[in-house]
């Protein structure tokens, strides 16, 4: 009779086994708290990141919609198509603290818009100085005799003479505006077929030490944009001369000569089909309007804006050392009033 079998003995795991499963269940620990860091500063920035790319999207179509409105719906222009003055211009004019009639700038630009197309009219006779500027009330609309001008409004007084003032409206009655005591710099006639047009003027301009997209008007100064980097501005225009606006017969302005040929020279395209219209070239001459209404007739040739906008990142995504980190875009806008071609 055989003796009782044996079964093994279970053996424990061996140390290099437990050294083994210890390293494994530290790697997953590690690797498992690195995933909910990781998942963590991302849930952290992830409302940042979206509010950069929302800020980049309002800066774009703030500008765009300003540059593109410039001129749009503005009674006062040349009957051929053109413009009797630039619509948009490369510094802050008409607002609160202007730069130079002349002056250059890449990080700002001022637009001229319709502030109400009802507000317009023809100029009656002459005027100059603190001449109330009197309008042909018979041209304007049924039940209307003001033209639609209000007191408040900013009106524009240009004629084909490429020359402009733009003035505050004091008081209004049938058939003349009083601008109170800021005189024109221009004379204005009803022979140049000087025209008046209710107008907005806005500037844009970056303020680096605020780091802020901002918007000036005549009577204000505004935050548009929070966390901005850089704002560059560019001018592309025509390389062909312009030829309007076309002065009366017999009379010249700063584009027009007195026998009808253009006064600027022809230029050779250094930017696709355009030339980039850079500080030197829009502040050379020829020089248009008188005083703070002057500026460079080259402006007439303008047909591209290009704009290049950055914004910041992110807080946890900036270099200790500062520098650019930020979100950028460039893009383009048609001007739809500069100075139509011959």
């Given at each position: 009779?055989?003796?009782?079998?044996?079964?093994?003995?279970?053996?424990?795991?061996?140390?290099?086994?437990?050294?083994?499963?210890?390293?494994?269940?530290?790697?997953?620990?590690?690797?498992?708290?690195?995933?909910?860091?990781?998942?963590?500063?991302?849930?952290?920035?992830?409302?940042?990141?979206?509010?950069?790319?929302?800020?980049?999207?309002?800066?774009?179509?703030?500008?765009?919609?300003?540059?593109?409105?410039?001129?749009?719906?503005?009674?006062?222009?040349?009957?051929?198509?053109?413009?009797?003055?630039?619509?948009?211009?490369?510094?802050?004019?008409?607002?609160?603290?202007?730069?130079?009639?002349?002056?250059?700038?890449?990080?700002?630009?001022?637009?001229?818009?319709?502030?109400?197309?009802?507000?317009?009219?023809?100029?009656?006779?002459?005027a100059?100085?603190?001449?109330?500027?009197?309008?042909?009330?018979?041209?304007?609309?049924?039940?209307?005799?003001?033209?639609?001008?209000?007191?408040?409004?900013?009106?524009?007084?240009?004629?084909?003479?490429?020359?402009?003032?733009?003035?505050?409206?004091?008081?209004?009655?049938?058939?003349?505006?009083?601008?109170?005591?800021v005189?024109?710099?221009?004379?204005?006639?009803?022979?140049?077929?000087?025209?008046?047009?209710?107008?907005?003027?806005?500037?844009?301009?970056?303020?680096?030490?605020?780091?802020?997209?901002?918007?000036?008007?005549?009577?204000?100064?505004?935050?548009v944009?929070?966390?901005?980097?850089?704002?560059?501005?560019?001018?592309?225009?025509?390389?062909?001369?312009?030829?309007?606006?076309?002065?009366?017969?017999?009379?010249?302005?700063?584009?027009?000569?007195?026998?009808g040929?253009?006064?600027?020279?022809?230029?050779?395209?250094?930017y696709?089909?355009?030339?980039h219209?850079?500080?030197?070239?829009?502040?050379?001459?020829?020089?248009?309007?008188?005083?703070?209404?002057?500026?460079?007739?080259?402006?007439?040739?303008?047909?591209?804006?290009?704009?290049?906008?950055?914004?910041?990142?992110?807080?946890?995504?900036?270099?200790?050392?500062?520098?650019?980190?930020?979100?950028?875009?460039?893009?383009d806008?048609?001007?739809?009033?500069?100075?139509?071609?011959?």
């Open positions: 009779m055989s003796g009782p079998a044996f079964l093994p003995r279970e053996q424990g795991a061996t140390l290099l086994e437990l050294l083994l499963a210890t390293a494994l269940v530290l790697t997953g620990l590690a690797l498992g708290s690195g995933l909910i860091r990781l998942a963590a500063e991302a849930w952290r920035w992830q409302p940042e990141a979206a509010d950069q790319v929302q800020r980049l999207r309002v800066g774009v179509e703030t500008l765009s919609s300003a540059v593109a409105g410039a001129g749009a719906r503005l009674p006062g222009v040349d009957d051929e198509g053109g413009a009797y003055v630039p619509m948009i211009f490369p510094h802050l004019r008409g607002v609160t603290g202007p730069d130079g009639p002349l002056s250059v700038f890449t990080d700002r630009i001022t637009v001229v818009s319709s502030a109400s197309e009802e507000a317009s009219g023809h100029l009656a006779g002459v100059q100085g603190l001449d109330p500027l009197r309008f042909e009330a018979s041209r304007c609309a049924p039940l209307a005799p003001t033209c639609g001008f209000q007191v408040g409004q900013r009106v524009m007084v240009a004629s084909r003479l490429a020359a402009a003032d733009i003035v505050d409206v004091a008081s209004v009655a049938s058939g003349a505006i009083d601008h109170g005591a005189p024109l710099t221009e004379r204005y006639a009803s022979a140049e077929d000087a025209r008046l047009s209710a107008v907005e003027v806005r500037g844009y301009y970056f303020d680096a030490a605020l780091r802020q997209l901002r918007l000036r008007t005549a009577g204000t100064d505004m935050p944009l929070d966390e901005v980097e850089g704002l560059e501005i560019r001018f592309l225009g025509e390389a062909r001369a312009p030829a309007r606006p076309r002065p009366p017969p017999g009379l010249a302005n700063c584009v027009v000569a007195a026998d040929s253009p006064r600027l020279p022809d230029l050779v395209p250094d696709g089909p355009f030339v219209l850079d500080a030197a070239r829009l502040s050379d001459g020829p020089v248009c309007g008188t005083g703070v209404w002057r500026f460079d007739a080259d402006l007439f040739r303008v047909r591209l804006v290009r704009i290049t906008l950055r914004v910041a990142a992110p807080r946890g995504f900036r270099p200790a050392a500062g520098g650019l980190s930020g979100m950028g875009v460039t893009f806008v048609l001007v739809r009033a500069a100075g139509r071609l011959g």
